[in-house]
């Protein structure tokens, strides 16, 4: 059997997808300790989560191991600027929506997420950034009827 | 005739002003983002579930099947004209669609896929009528063993059938298990895995969840591939398919269809493994498969009948026993649930006028459907030229828009952008995203009747094999497990999977 290296490891989705499975189910498992078992004809919440976490931290298991022995790689690298790009982008809009009101909010958004593409054009995102907004405003606050005051400051 | 009576009322609320004007909403939108490609039907329903919560729960369901059917036909439009699927399902009609609009067929293409899912949809939605009633009937009788046994064969078979990695998929069903278990535990009252936020009390909304592991993940796989978007400048005159072409479609649109059928109501399996295998039986059973390939018109016929057939058919178990087969089906459960109705055989019984609403919908929106396809084909093509930067921010705007919306809280955009990173690396690392919505949706179920199935049993777990019923669905499921053990099965499943990897 050929010895694997470290860096394969890390490219191998089978090993990753094994020990994230381990690691969510570890989690759930430790929570769950707080948790009245019960017994089976009267099952305490802590019944169906107790079982599913060592469910989950089998099958973890097993797809390491499955892993380990023929795993295949990842295609391509992990794209972590657009994702956290596309985040951040989700977040701004929740903090700022309260606090700026609604169209700063997509404003804000729109710069950021389309920052994220392959492609940034300036003037381009800013036609987007105001059509869209205009498109939003008028289905969300006068269309459904959406109770968000459309500029604010609240600090 | 009860079914005539069933007729009556269903027409009766899919003519209204209201819901008209919704189905055509919804299979506009489905015809759009089917021809969009990177812009599929699960990544819009997710987005739109949140603005439906407004709505009644018939109107709601009509514009999202009509999104989900919808898309189908539009996937194949970008096939034929671009060489690219709009829609996975419709990666197959690339083959010889393609290549009859490079021998300057295109119009005949296209007026074969839109008959062939003409014909195929109204097939399938006739099979939700005379297999639904009976289905649902006899889902009746099931009590708490039953469902329970039937919630397992469902996420087990959705896992094992699917496309790659069964025990990824079933480690994806336990996921979603447990997310759905995130909130206040009924029995006790206790809060479970809930951190001491108030938000979470309630659970995880579901359009949190759904945007999150579809929509946002999707977005940034998107974003991995390099833009390629030809612009096709065919003359699509001619659409009028000749005698001879219709002849030549009859069979294969109706074995396409039976094969659509099939897929369309099996757990895990859907439009796009239906038209593939509709693809490969019309190969073999034609006279010269050489043809095939080369813009043989058959090629067309078959696979956008299946396709269209099991995106119908797939409402049988959702409508009828309240298991979704596909995410997207768990989508359209969750919207029933979010308005309020309890999924299952009753919704027959207790929303007659849902039930047969969104049925009779079904037809009027096939029907809208090749109107909007053929005669508007012209501005479907030339939104092809969209390109996809400008999509993506306002796929986005959506789901943020969407999600702050239902409750008005910004914990919830937080909270669906954590998941959509947790649904990116998923997807990276190819664990199927559809079992855990399917988890998520029936876990809270399936918690509550093995609780009262063994509770009636005084905690003997023989109960769940004593019931026959039962006893048939524990059965095939770990026939199904063990199927995947045997060598010669896998490998044969290996080698579909392939097949169908290479053929997209």
Redesign the interface.
């Known amino acids: 059997m050929e010895i694997l290296m470290k860096s394969d490891v890390m490219r191998n989705k089978d090993v990753l997808s094994g020990l994230l499975f381990m690691g969510l189910g570890s989690i759930a498992l430790y929570i769950s300790l707080d948790y009245r078992f019960g017994s089976t004809v009267r099952m305490g919440p802590g019944y169906f989560p107790k079982i599913l976490s060592g469910l989950l931290i089998a099958f973890g298991v097993a797809i390491l191991i499955k892993g380990v022995r023929q795993g295949g790689n990842l295609a391509g690298p992990w794209s972590w600027a657009p994702l956290f790009l596309l985040t951040l982008a989700m977040v701004l809009f929740g903090f700022t929506i309260e606090r700026l009101g609604f169209v700063p909010a997509l404003a804000l958004m729109f710069l950021v997420a389309a920052y994220a593409g392959n492609e940034f054009r300036l003037r381009e995102v800013f036609v987007l950034t105001a059509v869209m907004s205009t498109f939003a405003v008028i289905v969300f606050i006068w269309g459904l009827k959406l109770p968000y005051p459309l500029f604010a400051w609240n600090f | 005739m009860e079914i005539l009576e069933h007729f009556a009322l269903g027409f009766g609320v899919a003519m209204t002003v209201q819901n008209l004007a919704y189905c055509l909403l919804g299979v506009a939108l489905g015809t759009l983002i089917g021809v969009l490609p990177g812009v599929g039907p699960l990544v819009t329903i997710s987005m739109l579930l949140p603005?439906t919560f407004?709505l009644p729960p018939v109107s709601a369901l009509i514009m999202l099947s009509g999104i989900y059917y919808g898309a189908q036909y539009g996937g194949s439009t970008t096939a034929i004209l671009v060489n690219l699927p709009g829609e996975t399902s419709s990666a197959v009609t690339c083959l010889d669609g393609y290549q009859m609009a490079r021998n300057g067929r295109a119009g005949a293409a296209l007026a074969t896929a839109a008959i062939s899912s003409f014909v195929a949809g109204c097939i399938g939605t006739l099979l939700i009528v005379l297999l639904g009633t009976p289905l649902a009937g006899w889902a009746l009788q099931f009590g708490a063993p039953e469902y329970f046994s039937l919630m397992v064969m469902g996420l087990v078979s959705a896992s094992v059938l699917s496309h790659g990695?069964m025990?990824?998929a079933?480690?994806m069903v336990?996921?979603g298990?447990?997310l759905g278990?995130i909130g206040t535990?009924v029995?006790?009252g206790?809060e479970?895995?809930t951190f001491g936020l108030p938000e979470l009390a309630d659970g995880v909304g579901f359009t949190v969840l759904a945007v999150g592991i579809f929509a946002?993940s999707e977005?940034?796989m998107n974003?991995?591939q390099?833009?390629e978007r030809g612009i096709f400048k065919a003359n699509i005159a001619g659409l009028m398919p000749s005698l001879s072409d219709l002849k030549a479609i009859t069979l294969p649109t109706l074995r396409g269809t039976a094969i659509g059928s099939f897929f369309g109501i099996l757990p895990g399996t859907g439009p796009s493994i239906s038209s593939f295998s509709a693809y490969m039986l019309e190969k073999k059973l034609a006279r010269d498969p050489s043809r095939f390939g080369k813009g043989a018109i058959e090629g067309v016929a078959a696979p956008e009948a299946a396709n269209n057939a099991a995106a119908q058919t797939a409402f049988i178990p959702t409508l009828t026993l309240g298991i979704p087969g596909s995410a997207t089906m768990a989508l359209i459960l969750g919207a029933l649930v979010m308005n309020g109705v309890q999924p299952g055989p009753t919704v027959m019984t207790r929303n007659p006028e849902l039930f047969w609403g969104v049925i009779a919908s079904m037809f009027i929106g096939n029907v809208m459907l090749v109107a909007l396809n053929l005669p508007l084909i012209g501005i479907w093509v030339r939104l092809l030229s969209v390109p996809?930067?400008?999509l993506?921010?306002?796929i986005?705007?959506f789901?943020?828009?969407g999600n702050?919306?239902i409750n008005?809280s910004?914990?919830?955009?937080?909270l669906?952008?954590?998941i959509?990173?947790l649904g990116?690396?998923?997807a990276?690392?190819?664990?199927p995203p559809a079992p855990l919505v399917l988890g998520f949706v029936l876990g809270p179920l399936m918690?509550e009747s093995?609780?009262r199935a063994?509770?009636l049993s005084?905690?003997d777990?023989t109960v769940f094999l004593t019931s026959p019923i039962s006893l048939g669905f524990l059965i095939v499921t770990i026939l199904l497990l063990g199927s995947m053990v045997l060598p010669a099965i896998r490998r044969g499943k290996e080698r579909v999977d392939r097949e169908e990897a290479s053929a997209t």
Do not use: H, T
């Open positions: 603005i407004g990695d025990l990824k079933l480690a336990v996921v298990l447990l278990l535990d029995n006790s206790m479970r895995y946002l977005v940034v974003l991995e390099k833009e996809y930067r400008w993506f921010p306002s986005i705007m789901c943020a828009v702050y919306s008005g910004a914990i919830d955009v937080y669906c952008a954590g959509g990173v990116y690396i998923l990276k690392l190819d664990c918690e093995i609780r063994l509770l005084q905690g777990f």
